[in-house]
T-cell receptor, first 115, second 114 residues
């Protein structure tokens, strides 16, 4: 059983298109995240949801819109794709280990290539 | 602002040699600190975490890390490298509050030489 699953794993599309990436976790975690990893492996948080409520929204273009229908799902929709959006997008979830520390469980990533 | 610095984007060690990956953090409050490992074409997975209990933390696959407040460091070590340790390693920082975002270092690629 995959703990955090993302679909699709690979996505190749043209500039200007709109695409979505879906994420589901079966761990019972209450917080979910989207991270972007660029070609240099730099990992940057984009969004975080806790029980369907947005709690972290980094400086991300408003072409990116997350949606959390329930606490087990966090989807990412991207409008008007640009070349610079090419990256690997990771979904993650976390549980509260006590005293504030959040341990992240990552999905396998969705590699987006914009041509 | 809090930050995490990993010294060396690439580190090469011989199989059987000591592994040392360096991480320093910048914060005015006590942090939570983590090391994650990323194997090729996979997501990150937790190696170990520091949450203000013991300063020497043991993780999976024989790795350990020591929190040194005076040096603001959390270096990762393993006594004897194995070929399967070749991967990207990320140090991460989180502030005291549950909703604080988790900040990752830029990663260190560990190469194991036969």
């Amino acid at each position: 059983d995959t703990a955090v699953s993302q679909t699709p794993k690979y996505l190749v599309t043209q500039m200007g298109n709109d695409k979505s990436i879906k994420c589901e976790q079966n761990l019972g975690h209450d917080t979910m995240y989207w991270y972007k990893q660029d070609s240099k492996k730099f990992l940057k948080i984009m969004f975080s949801y806790n029980n369907k409520e947005l709690i972290i929204n980094e400086t991300v273009p408003n072409r990116f819109s997350p949606k959390s229908p329930d606490k087990a799902h966090l989807n990412l929709h991207i409008n008007s794709l640009e070349l610079g959006d090419s990256a690997v997008y990771f979904c993650a979830s976390s549980h509260f280990t006590g005293a504030g520390a959040n341990v992240l469980t990552f999905g396998a990533g969705s590699r987006l290539t914009v041509l | 602002a809090q930050s995490v610095t990993q010294l060396g984007s690439h580190v090469s060690v011989s199989e059987g040699a000591l592994v040392l990956l360096r991480c320093n953090y910048s914060s005015s409050v006590p942090p939570y600190l983590f090391w994650y490992v990323q194997y090729p074409n996979q997501g990150l997975q937790l190696l170990l975490k520091y949450t203000s209990a013991a300063t020497l933390v043991k993780g999976i696959n024989g790795f350990e890390a020591e929190f040194k407040k005076s040096e603001t460091s959390f270096h990762l070590t393993k006594p004897s490298a194995h070929m399967s340790d070749a991967a990207e390693y990320f140090c991460a920082y989180q502030g005291m509050n549950r909703d604080d975002k988790i900040i990752f270092g830029k990663g260190t690629r560990l190469h194991i030489l036969p």
